[in-house]
């Protein structure tokens, strides 16, 4: 196998350095990779040219299609990746996070795209800022797509999942990718970008792939591009020190493995539910992905009281583990994706038990009770799971500077949940924290004085484990990253990794400029009035300011009345004529609910049209009280419109239109402001 990469449209074969891959498991040759020594400029610019108008002429529920439409695409070829996935020394079930896992990363992004954003090009953000007195001059926040590509360079851990969860959240926002997996696992990569590229869902240019070394890239990036790094601390600084970095002030968010921790609480006994969810969970953490995980757990906290007992418990677990060849299903734990890792990791560890005692047997253990499966004399890169013990963590430093990247993890014994706080500082700010506690009091103090030090921190009891994803699972809706040793980086984290593609802008100017620019509704903003009811109206026949002003109504005593007896809501404000004289209103106030049913009933024109149903409200303020002989009056303005796409079985072609509604009352005051959501049928049927 001669692995490629995928350049400007082409897959070629680099002349530069030559790099041999071969089997995790039995070293067997797979194949060899020649890094590019040119091309890169070209790369860059074909991104640029060739794919980025397209993406940004979509709009981002059409390129959130397009992912979901690629999801599919990826899952029903999985079986072919898995069996290229057992290679780098994986398990099935390592595989599923790494193969499933960014795909259903995908199918995520493509749900977050659709609810929480517009069916737009651009993003509109937050409130609008008043920027004057009498709301002629307005403030938006907008973020269009960056006109450049995103570079993402990847660690070797998760030559799947590691490609997709960046490539999504950039192609949604509009941009190109060109993407570098880590060399040794790349051949896994390479085979499901040939799957992207062959299933034509994307435009031409939208991912490349670079497999080797990355040569000069760096010199042509340009101030629109952005650069992602996953892997080790040393080699990101490097690269984030690059001149053309720096020169031209282009984003870099890095992720670098760290020494997460977590933490036996001090209330936790040994016949407590949370100390055998503790033990599982380490036990599971040192041997997935044959702890090749940035999130893994590497330093094991429990009280000094509890040490002897977790120790015990940790080597019950583990000497029940079957390493081997991940192809059998007795297998629990893999191989280390090569021996240059094997390698590293014994150093690491040699250096870790110059302040530790190992207290877990060796490999030939396993080897000797017949736990291994197809293990042969120095072939592959196995490892037993080690377990070390460090009695003073306090006043070591090793164990919280040293990584070893595998089934590796350190004890450390500790006084005080004070002591415990400290050593979970000591790592210098770590991907992933947890702690297993049931005592909520313990919980809150911990948390609160180390998430400054941490990306994601988990509390684990009885109450959510069988439902908890565990301590080393990122999940697209929550932020992936850390402060310190981590990387100081971010991604994932829901629409916060989409809007990191792209430039956020600040909009200043008048409300009806600002509203045409947007396609968003702004208070103050030219509305406009038609003889034609706009709910007679199909959704594309609506235009953002479309408005409607009702005619007025004088709320009564017998509408109170009657609207107490239907909702049951006798509330004394509403009934009570002495307590209510008392109160902050001072009078005896119509119900807020019947305000805004009043208000339907003004607004709503009655005969069968292309308004199908009310979606929802948002936004409820209920400004002003209104009492017995107010008059209200509503205007309802078309604020939004979010085109729907039309699935199969779906019998309308639907969009859902967003309504400005603001009751007033007889002094010109508002008294209630919302938004109404209404699905609307798109166009007329013929």
Not at 147 to 166: Q, T
Not at 196 to 203: D, F, Q, T
Not at 424 to 429: D, I, L
Not at 615 to 637: A, C, H, M, S, W
């Amino acid at each position: 196998m001669n692995v490629k990469s995928y350049a400007s449209g082409e897959w070629v074969s680099g002349d530069g350095r030559k790099d041999t891959l071969s089997s995790a498991i039995n070293d067997e040759y797979i194949g060899e990779v020649n890094s590019l020594t040119s091309g890169f400029k070209e790369m860059l610019e074909y991104g640029r040219t060739k794919a980025g108008p397209i993406l940004r002429a979509l709009t981002i529920h059409d390129r959130a299609e397009k992912i979901k439409l690629l999801a599919k695409y990826l899952l029903e070829r999985k079986d072919d990746f898995y069996q290229i996935s057992y290679l780098t020394g994986a398990t099935k079930a390592d595989s599923w996070v790494d193969i499933e896992g960014g795909i259903g990363t995908m199918f995520n992004y493509t749900g977050i795209a659709k609810r929480e954003l517009n069916n737009d090009t651009f993003i509109v953000e937050g409130d609008v800022q008043p920027l004057s007195a009498n709301g002629t001059f307005i403030g938006q926040h907008i973020l269009t797509p960056k006109e450049g590509v995103s570079v993402h360079i990847n660690a070797f851990n998760f030559p799947v999942w590691g490609m997709l969860e960046k490539i999504t959240p950039s192609l949604i926002a509009g941009v190109p990718v060109i993407v570098k997996p880590g060399t040794v696992t790349c051949y896994l990569t390479e085979t499901v970008v040939k799957a992207i590229i062959e299933s034509k869902i994307l435009p031409e240019g939208s991912v490349q792939l670079i497999c080797g070394s990355v040569g000069d890239l760096f010199d042509h990036l340009q101030e629109q591009d952005t650069v992602t790094f996953t892997g080790s601390a040393t080699t990101g600084r490097m690269l984030k020190s690059h001149k053309t970095i720096i020169d031209k002030s282009i984003p870099f968010t890095m992720e670098a493995d760290s020494l997460n921790c977590s933490i036996l609480a001090a209330d936790v006994s040994v016949e407590d539910p949370e100390f055998d969810l503790y033990i599982k969970e380490v036990v599971r953490e040192m041997t997935s992905k044959a702890g090749q995980k940035c999130t893994a757990i590497r330093r094991v906290m429990v009280p000094e009281d509890m040490t002897t007992a977790v120790i015990e418990a940790l080597q019950n677990r583990l000497s029940k583990m079957v390493i081997g060849d991940p192809h059998q299903k007795e297998v629990r734990m893999g191989a280390l994706v090569g021996k240059a890792q094997r390698d590293d990791v014994n150093i690491a560890v040699n250096k870790l038990a110059e302040v530790s005692e190992i207290v877990s047997p060796d490999l030939s253990h396993y080897q000797k009770i017949g736990q291994t499966i197809g293990v042969s004399d120095n072939k592959g890169a196995f490892v037993a799971p080690t377990l070390l013990h460090c009695k003073d963590p306090l006043s070591q430093t090793i164990p919280h500077e040293v990584e070893a990247f595998g089934p590796v993890s350190t004890i450390m014994s500790y006084g005080t949940m004070d002591d415990a706080i400290e050593l979970a500082k000591m790592g210098k700010g770590s991907l992933a924290g947890s702690i297993f506690t049931h005592d909520n009091n313990i919980a809150r103090d911990f948390i609160l004085s180390t998430a400054s030090h941490h990306g994601r921190m988990l509390i684990i009891n009885r109450d959510c484990a069988a439902e908890s994803t565990g301590h080393g699972s990122p999940l697209a809706s929550l932020v992936h990253g850390g402060p310190g040793r981590a990387g100081g980086g971010e991604e994932l984290g829901g629409v916060r990794a989409i809007k990191h593609y792209m430039q956020r802008t600040a909009l200043q100017g008048s409300p009806t400029t600002i509203m045409a620019i947007t396609n968003k509704f702004m208070t103050g903003a030219d509305t406009v009035e038609d003889v034609i009811h706009p709910f007679r109206k199909y959704f594309n026949e609506l235009d953002i300011g479309d408005s409607l002003t009702t005619h007025r109504r004088t709320v009564t005593e017998a509408d109170i009345v009657n609207f107490g007896c239907v909702s049951g809501d006798h509330f004394y404000a509403h009934f009570d004529e002495i307590a209510a004289k008392d109160s902050f209103f001072e009078k005896r106030v119509a119900h807020g609910y019947f305000i805004i049913s009043a208000a339907a009933g003004m607004f709503v024109d009655p005969g069968v049209g292309p308004v199908i149903a009310n979606y929802g409200i948002d936004n409820l303020r209920f400004v002003e009280p209104v009492g017995i002989g107010d008059t209200i009056q509503v205007k309802i303005t078309v604020k939004r419109k979010v085109k729907k796409l039309k699935k199969p079985d779906d019998k309308f072609h639907t969009g859902i239109v967003v309504w400005d509604v603001i009751v007033k009352n007889q002094h010109d005051e508002p008294v209630a402001v919302y938004d109404i959501l209404t699905l609307v049928e798109q166009e007329k049927t013929l």
